[in-house]
């Protein structure tokens, strides 16, 4: 689609971030109870790093070799941590499962927060082709700065579990996801040269 393969490990990183936000969901519709509440918001958190992974991996390896078997095991080791993490997340006692992941929480969002930084230096120390509109090349930055202030929020509600300030980093959260949905579907009417300021 774009010719660019660094690009995959960018659209990777999108599906693992909405796919989060899925489980934000199930721990809001059925997460009543604490194998539940904690499973679902570890598999969030683990997700949401990945996901912020694979797009700050993808402005690093911009002028750099990211070959297909690179990001392939990328993916697979992706999905065996995060097996292997839910796995041992159930099989050890809940209190200590419970204990666990409220301790980590903050550090995951904390490392989200670095990635995003360096995605949004990257972003905006990327020049521009002459042939994109800037308001439409401004989507990605916007974007990011915004799933930036979410994990800043994301933060704080690890430290203090606030439940207002839960729906207001998820509500950040999607705003941030809808201008990077705009700036792909720009991606995909455009020609593959264009793509490459993303």
């Known amino acids: ?21 899925t489980f934000v969901l199930i721990n809001r519709l059925v997460g009543n109870t604490g194998t539940l509440y904690h499973g679902t918001f570890w598999v969030q958190e683990m997700l949401q790093t990945a996901a912020f ?32 993490s839910v796995i041992a997340f159930l099989s050890i006692p809940p209190e200590l499962a419970f204990d666990l992941r409220t301790i980590s929480s903050p550090y995951f969002y904390l490392a989200n927060l670095a990635l995003l930084s360096y995605t949004v230096y990257r972003v905006n120390a990327t020049p521009f082709s002459q042939k994109l509109i800037k308001s439409k090349s401004l989507l990605v930055p916007a974007g990011f700065m915004i799933l930036a202030l979410s994990q800043i929020l994301w933060i704080y509600w690890g430290f203090t579990d606030l439940n207002d300030i839960l729906v207001l980093a998820n509500a950040l959260y999607v705003m941030g996801l809808a201008p990077l949905t705009a700036a792909l579907l720009l991606i995909l009417r455009r020609r593959p040269t264009f793509a490459e300021v993303h």
Not at 3 to 10: C, E, H, R, V
């Open 1 to 21: 689609m774009t010719q660019l393969s660094f690009l995959i490990a960018f659209f990777l990183g999108f599906l693992l971030l909405e796919s989060s936000f």
């Open 53 to 84: 992974a694979f797009m700050a991996s993808a402005y690093y390896f911009k002028n750099k070799e990211l070959t297909n078997t690179r990001i392939a095991t990328y993916v697979i080791a992706t999905i065996i941590i995060t097996t292997i």
